[in-house]
């Protein structure tokens, strides 16, 4: 259940069509990177730009922490049995993580785009929220997302989250400022 740290805490989660799992340092590949550097994935990210060395300091960085889980998604059906690395698509990140306060925040990336639209966000989020509701005690589970993602907004909707609040002009992106949706769900 809950523990005093998260930092260097192995994470492994099953669902239907991806496994969820922590993150390393070995993790760091060009697949990897090159989603980051994707304009297309990365336009509402803060990341415009990452090499490998910069992508393993930060998997590192969260492996390390006390108050996050960066949690990779895996494509389960490649062939290989399920539990194993199979494609690596995504990511879902849990930071920060308030086991005192019992509060989460949550952000996702699909960075491979052949997954975009078929579910995997969603069931990625269900998963990490679920595992931060049951095992590590989490009563509260929020995100912030730009109101241009709408795609994003769809699937926190369908895994329960919904609008707190709008953060009017809360986000700058390129000098833009946007609104900024922050959504919560309950356990």
Same mark, same amino acid.
């Given at each position: ?10 994470? %492994?989660?099953? #669902?239907? +069509?991806?496994?969820?799992?922590? =993150?390393? &340092?070995? @993790?760091? /590949?060009? *697949?990897? $990177? ?48 399920? %539990?194993?690395? #199979?494609? +690596?698509?995504?990511?879902?990140? =849990?930071? &920060?993580? @308030?086991? /005192?306060? *019992?509060? $989460? ?83």
């Amino acid at each position: 259940m809950n523990s005093a740290s998260l930092s260097q805490r192995q994470v %492994g989660i099953e #669902g239907e +069509h991806v496994f969820l799992r922590t =993150l390393l &340092p070995d @993790d760091a /590949s060009e *697949r990897y $990177a090159s989603w980051l550097n994707d304009p297309v994935v990365n336009q509402y990210l803060e990341t415009r730009s990452m090499t490998i060395p910069k992508l393993r300091a930060y998997i590192g960085e969260k492996w390390e922490s006390d108050q996050a889980l960066l949690l990779g998604v895996f494509w389960k059906e490649t062939g290989l049995p399920a %539990g194993q690395a #199979g494609a +690596h698509i995504g990511n879902v990140k =849990l930071e &920060p993580v @308030d086991l /005192s306060g *019992r509060m $989460a925040m949550l952000g996702l990336l699909i960075g491979d785009k052949e997954f975009w639209g078929r579910g995997v966000g969603t069931e990625a989020t269900n998963l990490a929220t679920n595992f931060a509701f049951k095992d590590l005690g989490i009563r509260e589970m929020r995100l912030g997302v730009i109101a241009q993602n709408t795609p994003a907004i769809r699937v926190y909707e369908k895994c329960g989250f919904t609008v707190d609040h709008i953060e009017k002009n809360g986000i700058n992106h390129d000098g833009v400022l946007h609104d900024k949706i922050h959504m919560i769900k309950k356990a």
